[in-house]
T-cell receptor, first 111, second 113 residues
Framework: QKEVEQDPGPLSVPEGAIVSLNCTYSNSAFQYFMWYRQYSRKGPELLMYTYSSGNKEDGRFTAQVDKSSKYISLFIRDSQPSDSATYLCAMRLNTGNQFYFGTGTSLTVIP | DSGVTQTPKHLITATGQRVTLRCSPRSGDLSVYWYQQSLDQGLQFLIQYYNGEERAKGNILERFSAQQFPDLHSELNLSSLELGDSALYFC????????????FGPGTRLTVL
């Protein structure tokens, strides 16, 4: 079983839709949770960073962590064609530094 | 543009061959990380260097090796290449060796025929 599971999609939505991207994980010791956005032919870039459970909002993006269910989500409101990318979740333990990444979900927002 | 540069952008080679991928970190960054990204495995951490010393090791095969030079650029050497080594190889850098502050380069696409 992989440490981090992520539905690869692809996910296709109309412009303006609310998008929900999700990851599940097996290691209850994960404490830090990240979302990266990766445009085609580019490296990943950090989008959101959260610690432990709860919600974090940044503009149109909301990251949600449910540690009891070992489930994290990224919500994108009022999605735009420029949001079309692959979204990777990542997480790490409280001790040590290594990140564990999901395989990524490919999102296309159709104008 | 993250400030991390990687060369070459694309590399096509044959099985059994050896290649070297190069990474120049952002100015001032002391730490370099190498990742392999394939469709089925996602982004896999290979190895981290900090100021010339190996800091952390991930799922790096014995056929692969890396080093970080005094000028802080890094090279990833892949030998006895197999078809399954075809992937995107990313380098990332951070100032103090903190994973949370990684900036990724554009990647090198390796195709093994």
């Amino acid at each position: 079983q992989k440490e981090v599971e992520q539905d690869p999609g692809p996910l296709s939505v109309p412009e303006g839709a609310i998008v929900s991207l999700n990851c599940t994980y097996s290691n209850s010791a994960f404490q830090y949770f990240m979302w990266y956005r990766q445009y085609s032919r580019k490296g990943p870039e950090l989008l959101m960073y959260t610690y432990s459970s709860g919600n974090k909002e940044d503009g149109r993006f909301t990251a949600q962590v449910d540690k009891s269910s070992k489930y994290i989500s990224l919500f994108i409101r009022d999605s735009q064609p420029s949001d079309s990318a692959t979204y990777l979740c990542a997480m790490r333990l409280n001790t040590g530094n290594q990140f564990y990444f999901g395989t990524g979900t490919s999102l296309t927002v159709i104008p | 543009d993250s400030g991390v540069t990687q060369t070459p952008k694309h590399l096509i080679t044959a099985t059994g061959q050896r290649v070297t991928l190069r990474c120049s970190p952002r100015s001032g960054d002391l730490s370099v990380y190498w990742y392999q990204q394939s469709l089925d495995q996602g982004l896999q951490f290979l190895i981290q260097y900090y100021n010339g010393e190996e800091r952390a090791k991930g799922n790096i095969l014995e056929r692969f090796s890396a080093q970080q030079f005094p000028d802080l650029h890094s090279e990833l050497n892949l030998s006895s290449l197999e078809l399954g080594d075809s992937a995107l190889y990313f380098c990332a850098s951070s100032e103090k060796g903190l994973w949370d502050e990684q900036f990724f380069g554009p990647g090198t696409r390796l195709t093994v025929l």
